[in-house]
């Protein structure tokens, strides 16, 4: 079966520190991967998605980057946290192929920036 | 790109009564459909889909119903119970790679 897994579950970090959240999926091959963020009241953003390794499709301009450096790893990274940053940081994969199929979801991490 | 509205924000129940929630989208190329619902602290956990072919899909206590001409969805709980407290997501897809959501439903059920 697959599994996704995301930490840390919670993370304070002061203004201007850097970032680093990471996802990995297991019990699949090339699965298609995706970053999103939950702020109160806005639901679910996309932020980044990638369908390969090195492949990295971002959504929204802002002040995070991704990379996928390998198959089921995907990272989630500032160099420097602006408090716009808070909010809760969803990892999650779904089936390789050109057919949008059910994306599942990590348990999310909670992300205060202070 | 795709834009998904959804309503009611919040939305309060009694044990046994019905639940609607209901969704429009923006794209008449999105095919794909599914509701989400989440738990506090937890991510998204899918609970139904419906794909822009059929009109209408049931689950139990749960069923979704697709109006492609009017670009609007709907998630239908019925018996609600204790338990189907949650925030509910719909999500369309305009046949790209990723799901766009709308904002969230927050539902409780009172005993």
């Known amino acids: 079966s697959q599994t996704i897994h995301q930490w840390p579950a919670t993370l304070v970090q002061p203004v201007g520190s850097p970032l680093s959240l990471e996802c990995t999926v297991e019990?699949?091959?090339?699965?298609?991967l995706y970053w999103y963020r939950q702020a109160a009241g806005r639901g679910l953003q996309l932020l980044f998605y990638s369908v390969g390794i090195g492949q990295i499709s971002s959504e929204v301009p802002q002040n995070l980057s991704a990379s996928r450096p390998q198959d089921r790893q995907f990272i989630l990274s500032s160099k420097k946290l602006l408090l716009s940053d808070s909010g809760f940081y969803l990892c999650a994969w779904s089936w390789a192929g050109a057919v949008i199929t059910e994306a599942f979801f990590g348990q999310g991490t909670r992300l205060t920036v202070v | 790109g795709e834009n998904v509205e959804q309503h009611p924000s919040t939305l309060s129940v009694q044990e046994g009564d019905s639940a609607v929630i209901k969704c429009t989208y923006s794209d008449s190329a999105s095919n794909y459909f599914p509701w989400y619902k989440q738990e506090l602290g937890k991510g998204p956990q899918l609970i139904i889909d419906i794909r822009s072919n059929v009109g209408e899909k049931k689950d139990q206590r749960i069923a979704v119903t697709l109006n492609k001409t009017a670009k609007h969805f709907s998630l239908h709980i019925t018996e609600t119970q204790p338990e189907d407290s949650a925030v509910y997501f719909c999500?369309?897809?305009?046949?790209?790679?990723?799901?766009?959501f709308g904002k969230g439903t927050s539902l409780l059920v009172t005993p």
């Open positions: 019990g699949t091959s090339n699965p298609n």
């Open positions: 999500a369309a897809s305009d046949s790209g790679y990723a799901l766009n």
